[in-house]
């Protein structure tokens, strides 16, 4: 794909591939294809068979590049907060003896003198973001390039995750015949899009409900703070509905989507519909209030779930109230179910572009987005990054210092460190 002005986002998720080509015309971008198609070889957002799912990646792909009438070769994935660590780091570099001009080279440089420390061997970095550059003491600066200065430092975040998790990603994306031109993670994708700007910068909780999964992620200053994960999503209710009805997975999901309701309150006892039962002949007469019992009940587990995990780390007084979005908040009665259990504002963020007006698509939407949106700094520090396509590439190394957010996800095993390892990240933020 030689047009750089041609961005495809993909989003690998647990129950669907969702792929987005958009051209950008005069800094605006402009959707001019979709595609999905159904994903196997994935468990809880994770691939763990590469060939199926570079199968459904490549049908998704296809799909979209027809519509949009382009040959697309390279794409911005999304990656899971699965076991996602979130650390501070900084650097420093002599510029010179004497004042000189900043250069590519120093930023590049000083982004590289970031990264050297020791990285276990089981973990891979993804991304690192500045926040800040200081010279000679001057600090706050956005872009140092250009000015004059002995002394360059850099504070950024730095983002690593499994290295199973990166891997399957990009061997995948390879074996579809793609290239990866950048490759983000999903919170802060998201972010770009289902947030408002005050949003981002006061502070706000961000809710993706995926079919594997859900996960909770804290974005303050326009920055991601902290993630939690809950490994049950819109499957697991498909699964309880055709358990419940003693239906097949097929028709509990076509159920789920025609006549499920996430608030039983707002589910007439007197509407019923048939429901085709393993064994019987004739179809029995459910109502719509049992079925949303039967969705409520996983539902709220999986808000609890999150609501004590954010709770702990006292992320819910932010001022920007909670966002919720993913293919599962598409069931009618979800904000206010979520209302009633956070005990705070929630409002659903769907994506307006015409064929995407669907919250499945906030990842794939996000992706691109973020993808057009960095700046030259952005990607001159990306540049010191392993390259994306080359998986045996050696990573810079790197410690992290955990961020915790429930026990055997975003924690270490010793899940007593959790209070330290809060404060050691956000100091008194959320106190």
Known sequence: MENQDIYVGLDIGTTSIKVIVAERVQGQLNIIGVGNSRARGLS?????????????????????????????????????????????????????DQSKEITDTDVKAVAAAALVRNLPPEREILSLTPTEFIVDGFDDIKDPRGMIGVRLE??????????????NTKKAIEKAGLSLRQVVVAPLA???????????????????????????????????????????????????????LNTGLTDAEKLKRDYGNADSQAAPEANQFPVAVV???????????????????R????????????????????????????????????????????????????????????????LA???????????????????????????????????VTQVPSKPDQNAEPETEKKPSALKRFFGNFFE
């Open 44 to 96: 809880r957002g994770v691939i763990v068979d590469i060939d199926k799912a570079a199968e459904a990646i490549r049908q998704a792909v296809l799909q979209a590049s027809e519509k949009a009438s382009v040959d697309i070769t390279d794409v911005v994935a999304g990656v899971p907060a699965t076991m996602l660590q979130i650390e501070r780091v900084s650097g420093m570099i002599a510029v010179g």
């Open 279 to 297: 064994g019987q002949t004739e179809p029995v007469m459910i109502s719509e209030h049992y079925l949303a019992e039967i969705i409520e009940a």
């Open 154 to 167: 850099m504070h950024g975040i730095l983002f690593t995750v499994p290295k199973t998790v990166l891997h």
């Open 190 to 244: 998201e972010a770009r899009v289902a947030l408002s700007d005050g949003e981002a910068d006061f502070g706000t909780v961000l809710i993706d409900l995926g079919g594997g999964q859900s996960t909770a992620a804290v974005i303050h200053d326009h920055k991601l703070k902290l993630t939690t994960l809950d490994q049950e999503g819109g499957d697991y209710i498909t699964k309880d509905i055709s358990m419940v």
């Open 365 to 399: 939407l996000g992706l691109i987005t973020y993808a057009a949106e960095m700046t030259d700094i952005d990607i001159l520090v990306s540049s010191v990054l392993p390259t994306p396509t080359t998986s045996q590439m050696k990573a810079p190394a790197a410690a």
């Open 299 to 362: 539902l709220t587990q999986i808000f609890t779930r999150l609501q004590s995990a954010l709770a702990e780390a006292n992320a819910l007084d932010l001022p920007g109230g909670i966002v919720i979005t993913g293919g599962t908040t598409a069931l009618p009665g979800i904000v206010e179910l979520a209302g009633d259990i956070f005990q705070r504002n929630v409002k659903r963020y769907i994506p307006d572009q015409m064929g995407m007006r669907h919250p499945a698509f906030t």
